[in-house]
Nanobody, 126 residues
Framework: QVQLQASGGGLVQAGGSLRLSCAVS????????TGWFRQAPGQEREFVAA???????YYGDSVKGRFTISGDNAKNTVYLQMNSLKPEDTAVYYCAVGLRLDSFTYYYTERGYDYWGQGTLVTVSS
């Protein structure tokens, strides 16, 4: 069984920073993509960032240049460093891992992921 635990959310001021963590248990996923998505109330779930085993990272246009995804394979943990936060970043943030072959292709969409955490709420005030 694979379990993901997202943590680190909270209330921050616009322009501030926050670091989210996603701990993955069950096995080592160093060779598979791990991603972050977010969903604001009443809105579609949006791709935020993903990381692959080779260290390559990918970002959604709305967060590029402000957010950084990184991983610690020894700890089976993926991080999302969020800087220069804006009120529009307010959402529930979910981490996910993909174990399918096409996860390497569809890292930018929900179809690429098999396991999801429950999410952590980030609120950015103006």
């Amino acid at each position: 069984q694979v379990q993901l635990q997202a943590s680190g959310g909270g209330l921050v001021q616009a322009g501030g920073s926050l670091r989210l963590s996603c701990a993955v248990s069950g096995r080592t996923f160093s060779k598979y993509p791990t991603g972050w998505f977010r969903q604001a109330p009443g809105q579609e779930r949006e791709f935020v960032a993903a990381i692959k085993s080779g260290g390559r990272t990918y970002y959604g246009d709305s967060v590029k240049g402000r957010f950084t995804i990184s991983g610690d394979n020894a700890k089976n943990t993926v991080y999302l460093q969020m800087n220069s936060l804006k009120p529009e970043d307010t959402a529930v943030y979910y981490c996910a891992v993909g174990l399918r072959l096409d996860s390497f292709t569809y890292y930018y969409t929900e179809r690429g992921y098999d396991y999801w955490g429950q999410g952590t709420l980030v609120t950015v005030s103006s």
